[in-house]
């Protein structure tokens, strides 16, 4: 497959989104006993985009997009730790508040790493065996079950790795964040199958990936 300009802004606007999630995920919100990560509402987006990739492009590509948003990633934080150890100017003075904003520690950065290659990449499976085993039809059921599953471990491993054992960790956090975070697909459903619908039609492509190779770190373009 050649590479277009529409898998290109679908790629861009995954990555985006992950970035952008990392980086307000350490404002914390809450709405009633809901307490949230900022984050919840741009995260989901990344499963959204997820889900278009490989429907239409298949597994292969999106395992190589899932890839590139965790090196984008890491090239991120590590150059917002380098900046962090820069020296300050003398007359500025936002070196506590990028320090609170930015300064990863290596527990959450071990945690939101590990929580999202694993939810990425149970995402993606799930859906296009489940495309495979419906023969294309009923993407709702697709997009909605490789977001439960996905979505649950993402949260959980993250919660788990970085909060357990510290005053901050309940288990009733997995479930509320997984729990908005699943709505948010539902939701987002209509939109999910205008923007297949269309990219089907204009990459003249349904892809099934029937003789894939499912492992993440397999390195086969074919």
């Known amino acids: ?57 298949g597994y292969r590509w999106s395992r190589r997009v899932i890839w590139l948003g965790f090196i984008c990633n890491l090239i991120f934080v590590f150059f917002a730790w380098i900046g962090q150890y820069l020296p300050s100017a003398p007359f500025w003075e936002g070196q506590a508040a990028y320090e609170s904003i930015l300064g990863y520690t290596p527990r959450l950065l071990a945690a939101s790493f590990c929580g999202y290659l694993v939810g990425e990449f149970v995402n993606s499976f799930i859906l296009a065996k489940m495309k495979i085993f419906t023969k294309g039809r009923w993407l709702w059921s697709r997009t909605i079950a490789s977001t439960i599953a996905g979505q649950g ?35 987002a459903t209509p939109l999910t199958y205008l923007v297949v619908n269309y990219l089907k039609k204009k990459e003249s492509m349904d892809t099934y990936d029937y003789e894939t190779d499912f492992s993440p770190f397999s390195v086969k373009t074919g």
């Open 153 to 187: 471990l993402d949260t959980a491993i993250f919660i788990v790795l970085a909060y357990v054992g510290t005053p901050v960790f309940d288990p009733i956090m997995i479930f509320n964040h997984w729990l908005v975070k699943t709505c948010i697909e539902i939701v």
């Open 1 to 57: 497959m050649s590479v277009s300009h529409r898998f290109v802004f679908i790629t861009v606007v995954f990555v985006t989104c992950l970035i952008t999630a990392n980086i307000i995920a350490v404002k914390v919100i809450s709405y009633g006993s809901f307490i949230l990560p900022a984050a919840i509402f741009v995260f989901p987006l990344s499963y959204i985009f997820g889900d278009v990739l490989t429907e239409v492009y």
